[in-house]
């Protein structure tokens, strides 16, 4: 991991770069993304059996070939060693009390004048949830994915997952029956975006779809955006961990590397103003790295889209992270409730040293699906309010109309827009009659 | 207009191809916008240039030509007559004290064992607003896309609005001073939205991007989204009124013209169980139509784009708008408020006859920017939210570690994760050593 300074003068160029890490040139992904989704579109489930065929590499002969069978995730539950099935049920609790908290309620507001405006919370009708599959399976993806949805009362959710060569990973499926998920298909990739904003023959199109998946996915959800809602366009994971000399290198070592785990594309940053922790956070790298089962990945990771940044003082750290805008941000210092103030743009933060970050990944309770790249600039984690939507209320008075039907047709008229002038003054009329 | 009868079998196909409406066919745009948009990219100002003096055929010679001038604006503003300015105001201060309403807070929950969990609000510190413009001119849209905005706590609002011929109406410069808009550009269209998006040389990118458009502005927004966060996809405006016996019909039939008069795309349906209502409000249109100042554009939109729909009761309207999920929806029965628990779907709902939808549009208060096409099934009013965006807080505690730490590192290591697992683990042995 090669070592930034802010104090030299190559710093600002250097870390023009990094901050470029979040551009994800879609251009030759998006012209296949866009013939898979019209394929799906056009062909229905005739484009699905091809695509599965070719990227799963098996034979469905029809829709429900597709389904996840019911039976199998219980099963597959009930099959569950005794302390996993514990941790997901404390997963499921945490997750679902935190969003709990989220979830908005309708308002209204009365004034004098007899008016009432407000709010009105529903939930949207049925949700598209997407599950990166294979070989690894995410069932925490799932709580994640699900938990909001549920909270925010959408009926009908739905799951896809791919399932190569025909097989799923029974993890996904205890998931699934605990989340109490009744339509999942084994679908991936584009194809599963294409067959839940479009739907196809029996499958009904969603009304969102959230969820994590590769670049693929990503610009299948961008392309697909507009016809339904999604999440956010998000690209790979990413940590950046504040410190300061009171940090345990161990713990920043093992914080970085669970990162650089995920993905050869993964990022972790260490910002700090100890040189001597810097040293030893590395020393720590190079000893671990080597004994861990994702070697290679980690490797890459490392070598590649990792770096220590090597401040003057904690507010500069604090400015670099909030150029950063990670997604996941540990704060790693003496009094970490006293940065948090200064934190403007981050996915999740995570304060102190037993706040690590696989904690959030798992069972604190917030979400895990998190932008990246930057874009914690502006989207939010995934939550409650991906799954509903508001409708404003509007109920004016006759005294209101008295009072402000004449400046509204005013402000009609000078935007030449007559007829709703006189919608408005028309009313005016029957109250003065 | 057409009168659709649900009491026939035809209805069915007749209405999906009404439900069809939203479908924006941006097959041929998309290809024009992203040209548009890669040469704002990759060359900045220059492209600008060539684009400005093509649309709107005048010719910029510097980035601070495209500004639009303070001194301009005040002037603009004093010379209101006083009644628009007092409409203004009044519209300004409805409009704050409504979004100031829906203001998100900070919170955090304290856990017996320690654990603090929290999401963070922080407004977006760069936000672009897309006002229409040319001859007509939207000081409405300006107040609608810069209070939520302001409200949120953004620091840099910018505003870009097409000045054909270098000219701008007074009415959105005043409306610009009123806001208190300091940063305003003369450029319109996907350039626009590229400026906003991608930043131009002394202007810098934004986080955000907002406001009405036509299709390439809407275009354009959807392929930024991801470099930026977007308020939503929207097609032209439309109205759906539910409405029985009680409705009074000219209040109908103006509130139906009113939507009309915007654009030869915009659609008007009237929903009702009652066939003298739907034959009353029918002559009334054809009646006053044609003393419409915008007769041109409402009667295309009347004539190929509005439709009566004959129900069997007031339920069957209410599932009719469900399924329409239109933009505006007036509800004018005689208990309105009995209806409003089973209205699922739409931006704004107006209650009672005085409730007409053009007040909805200048000054009862919630945001005119809204969901179309059927899209309010998952996209809300435009709002502070749109504006802010949340991080997700995590403190674990030590005690929290010890009751949790082990199924951590039992679902990371179902993930096969092992570094995560790691992560915990080492935290939970020096709590144990």
New interface residues.
């Given amino acids: 991991m090669k070592i930034l300074d802010t104090h030299t003068c190559e710093f600002d160029k250097e870390f023009a770069k990094i901050l470029e890490r979040g551009k994800?040139d879609m251009g030759e992904v998006s012209s296949i993304v866009q013939s898979i989704l019209e394929e799906i579109k056009n062909e229905g489930f005739g484009a699905l059996q091809r695509h599965i065929a070719r990227f799963d590499k098996w034979e469905a002969k029809s829709l429900q070939d597709l389904q996840i069978s019911q039976t199998q995730c219980a099963k597959a539950y009930d099959d569950l060693p005794k302390?996993?099935k514990?941790?997901?049920h404390?997963?499921y609790d945490r997750i679902y009390a935190?969003h709990q908290?989220?979830k908005q309620q309708t308002?209204i507001?009365c004034e004098e004048n007899g008016?009432?405006?407000g709010?009105?919370i529903?939930p949207?009708?049925r949700a598209g949830l997407y599950i990166p599959g294979g070989k690894?399976?995410?069932?925490?993806s799932l709580l994640m994915n699900a938990i909001p949805a549920i909270v925010a009362g959408v009926k009908e959710i739905i799951v896809c997952s791919p399932a190569p060569h025909n097989e799923l990973n029974p993890?996904l499926l205890a998931a699934l029956h605990l989340c109490n998920i009744t339509e999942a298909y084994k679908v991936g990739g584009a194809s599963a975006i294409g067959l839940m904003a479009y739907g196809v023959e029996g499958v009904k199109k969603a009304?969102?779809i959230t969820g994590p998946g590769n670049i693929f996915v990503?610009c299948a959800k961008?392309l697909v955006?507009?016809e339904?809602?999604i999440d956010?366009?998000a690209g790979p994971s990413e940590i950046a961990i504040i410190a300061d000399k009171s940090a345990?290198p161990?713990?920043v070592a093992?914080?970085l590397?669970?990162q650089?785990?995920?993905d050869e594309m993964a990022s972790s940053i260490l910002i700090s103003d100890d040189m001597e922790l810097i040293k030893n956070v590395q020393t720590k790298i190079e000893k671990?790295l080597p004994t861990?089962?994702?070697f290679a990945i980690?490797e890459q990771s490392i070598k590649n889209r990792s770096i220590f940044i090597y401040t003057r003082h904690l507010q500069e750290s604090i400015e670099i992270a909030n150029a950063l805008a990670v997604e996941h941000l540990e704060i790693l210092t003496q009094a970490?409730?006293d940065v948090?103030p200064y934190?403007?743009?981050?996915?999740?933060?995570?304060?102190?040293?037993?706040?690590?970050?696989?904690?959030?990944?798992?069972?604190?309770?917030?979400?895990h699906t998190?932008?990246t790249g930057g874009?914690?600039?502006?989207?939010?984690?995934l939550?409650v309010?991906h799954f509903t939507?508001?409708?404003?209320?509007?109920?004016?008075?006759?005294q209101?109309?008295r009072q402000?039907g004449?400046?509204?047709a005013?402000?009609?008229e000078?935007?030449?827009?007559?007829?709703?002038?006189?919608?408005?003054l028309?009313?005016l009329d029957?109250i003065k009659e």
């Avoid at 970050?357 to 604190?364: T, V």
């Avoid at 939507?389 to 006759?398: D, L, Q």
């Fill in positions: 994800m302390d996993l514990k941790a997901l404390l997963a935190f908290k989220q308002w507001d008016t009432i405006l709010s009105k529903t949207m009708e690894a399976a995410y069932p925490s993890l009304d969102v990503a961008k955006f507009g339904v809602n956010m366009v345990n161990q713990y093992y914080d590397l669970s650089a785990e995920h671990i861990m089962p994702r980690s970490p409730f948090l934190i403007k743009h981050a996915g999740a933060i995570f304060l102190g040293e037993y706040s690590s970050e696989p904690i959030g990944d798992y069972l604190a309770g917030p979400n998190l932008p874009s914690a600039r502006f989207f939010s984690p939550g309010e939507k508001r409708s404003s209320i509007i109920s004016f008075s006759a209101a109309i402000m004449e400046s509204c005013i402000l009609a000078c935007e030449s827009l007559h007829a709703h002038a006189q919608a408005v028309k009313r029957s």
